[in-house]
């Protein structure tokens, strides 16, 4: 290389050491400014609007921590306004990974997350909205005996799970450290959100819903199905909540227990319900509790047996048939169709995919045809007492309870359940056939 | 005789034909949360296997949020209030979805 040359590759390097010294400077607070140059401009359309309190309801913003549980349907939209906001710390509790069924709704993913912790799929994406925010990732599901670890040091809980367990868990715990939870949830068109424990006098989870629902009434988005603006919105509505809490719109004295619902269907609507106050005999926040955090942390506290699960274990194990055999035995064996095909599946699931010779009878119509041979034989003309009948759903759950159904209240001797499903015999033996 | 909006809302509507809003005359004097619970128990929800979605032990099942006048019912009552022409009841599912 010439003198020349490097004289020139001198020159250049002084100059961006210059513009990046100005960046860094930039970035920097200095005595004279509670926030960087860069921080001013990042939220000043924000600080401007009267009701934020301008650069102090900035600073509550930046010195507030906030956990979110859970970075699926509802964390993934309320997640970049928290960070875009400029909250200083926020904490994400997830152990689930990136699914290509998740896209659709949780955007805050993409294609190449696919595998990926979306707790750290989440973190990648807001450090590059907001490095001014500090992101930490707990990639672990929530439990009696990690929660007040996590919590701690938080300012509020956003619970964004999906069970009923993790719900009374989240408030539970919240309830003993003092915290204020935003909660909310989705399903299918719907979504409702409500704020709870305020400052700990407001009502609690536990007051809301002193008695868990039965579990067969529990869905999940996965089972029930999810429309991703819809559930997106209320995680938005949720990101809302937590800035009004953070800059105290809301006060002992003005707040009001609610319950919000939104309906994206068939007009969009959204509903403020007016909820009852926290409840003296609630058994977390109340006069006399129970639910202490000795009491969760030592495990007395049995919210497995609490909220229960459904039973879907009630056919034998020669009442039920593998994939394998099903393929091997029956699908290219008995091309003849000698034996009957029942798909139990929502009409809705079954049209999206299903074997050409299924029969689709849903197994809430067979538990409504409370076991009249005759219903039975409207729709499958050739059936008899005798007939071998295979049954199927998309989980292998359903099928159970329709074959105990079929054999005991239709008298039927000859009738097996898939094991596995519909998905089973895709994953292990056809996958060219669509799985939703 | 009472004229009431009902509504079954958050997926409850699968108990009354997938109808989510519904005028009502209930023809009967005084008449209380209670008589309107019966009224859906035997005049709306037409199978009889829906009726354990709604009703558990005799009340509302849990999980389900019942507002009178887009109140919480335990503020108002609960199955003791009594009906006036134009309330609006709405029972409302608990989502758990996320």
Redesign the interface.
Known sequence: MSDNELLKQIEQLKAENATLKKVLNDYKSNDEYPMSLEEYRRYGRQMIVESTGGVKGQLKLKNSKVLVI?A????SPCLPYLAGAGIGQIGIVDNDIVETSNLHRQTIHDSTKVGMLKCESAKQVLNKLNPHVNIITYPVRLSYSNAFDIFEGYDYVL??????LT?YLVSDVAVNLGLTVVS?????T???LSVLNFKNVGPCYRC???????PN?????QE?G?IGPC?GLVGVLMAVETIKLILDVYTVKNFQPF?M?Y?GFPQQSL??????GRKANCKCCGDEPTITQNAIESGEINYELFCGSRNYNVCTPDERISVELFESDYHTAKKDNNYILLDVRPSHHFNISHFPAAINIPVKEL??M?GSFEKLKERIPNVTEDSEMLVLCRYGNDSQIATRLLKDQFKMSDVKDIRGGFFSYIDSIDPSIPKY | MVKVKVEFLGGLDVVVNKVRVHDINLMVDNATLRDLVNYICNDMITNPNDIEVFIEDESIRPGIITLINDTDWELEGEMEYELEDGDVISFTSTLHGG
């Open positions: 859970g699926g349907g509802l964390g619970d964004c799970t999906d069970t009923p719900r909310a949830s989705g399903l299918g719907e979504g409702q809301f819903y002193p008695t868990p629902p039965p009434s529990v869905s999940s988005c029930g999810v559930i319950l619902l309906s509903r403020t319900f007016k909820m009852r538990k409504d409370n």
